[in-house]
């Protein structure tokens, strides 16, 4: 689908992205999983491209959660590796184009030094960028992050009643992103799998049976199209807009 079919006026701030499929993807091709995973670096950049495109200002991917270290040795090196490398390869790219690199995750001690390093030397790059803030979940869980935001709010002291949504909201890993308008997954999994769980409160779903190693902008631009399509109340009624 072509970007021009969509509301230019009704694009959806955030998108959050959960990059499934690459695994599979690649084993029906007989090809190693680790295979899918870079063939999913093509699908991302294409979508960052769609995104600078029609102007949508905050992007956030799934690129290793919580649970990933559970998967065999060899795939969660590569998977380390792989992040480390695309950043090093795309960084002064993103940097030209106005893309401003953030990062939300746990940083403990199962994150290599080197790859935190990189991680702070891509978003210390490209703090001052506006254009799309580009966000990538590395060692992400949603429930992690509440209960890192509980810690941080006990610490402080601050008394029971006084603990109010907004608290959390300003203790999770990054208080300034805006809770995603529209969270895609790919390859037919219709779960969350602890993906932002309180950012998306409100945030329209959209699944698709495509593996994210064929997801690109077309799909990208149906599911906005999916969004816009469809009615945003918020837990209210219509307005009679
Ligand atoms: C899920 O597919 C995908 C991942 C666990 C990782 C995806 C990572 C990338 C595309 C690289 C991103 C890099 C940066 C810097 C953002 P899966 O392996 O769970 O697929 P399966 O469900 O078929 O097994």
């Known amino acids: 689908m072509p970007a021009d079919l969509l509301d230019l006026n009704r694009i959806p701030r955030h998108i959050a992205c959960v990059m499934d499929g690459n695994g599979r993807w690649a084993q029906a091709r007989g090809l190693p999983r680790t295979e899918g995973h870079r063939a999913g670096e093509h699908s991302l950049f294409d979508v960052v491209d769609a995104c600078l495109e029609i102007g949508v200002e905050w992007l956030t991917v799934y690129a290793f959660s919580t649970e990933n270290w559970r998967r065999p040795r060899d795939e969660v090196r590569f998977l380390i590796n792989f992040n480390e490398e695309i950043l090093l390869r795309r960084r002064d790219e993103l940097n030209e184009r106005g893309v401003r690199i953030r990062f939300v995750g746990r940083r403990d001690w199962r994150v290599p030094k080197r790859l935190i390093r990189r991680m702070d030397e891509a978003s210390e790059l490209t703090e001052k960028n506006r254009k799309l803030t580009f966000t990538i979940a590395f060692n992400y869980g ?100």
Do not use: H
């Open 142 to 241: 949603g429930r992690a992050e509440i209960v890192d935001a509980v810690r941080r709010i006990a610490a402080s002291g601050t008394a029971p009643e006084k603990i109010t949504e907004s608290t959390i909201a300003r203790n999770l890993y990054d208080p300034q992103m805006p809770d995603p308008d529209l969270v895609i997954r790919t390859s037919g999994e219709y779960r969350i799998s602890n993906f932002l769980l309180w950012e998306l409160a409100y945030s329209e779903l959209v699944f698709t049976d495509t593996p994210w190693p064929e997801f690109q902008r077309r799909e990208f631009f149906a599911a906005i199209r999916e969004f816009q399509d469809r009615d945003r109340r918020f837990g209210g009624v219509d307005g009679g807009g």
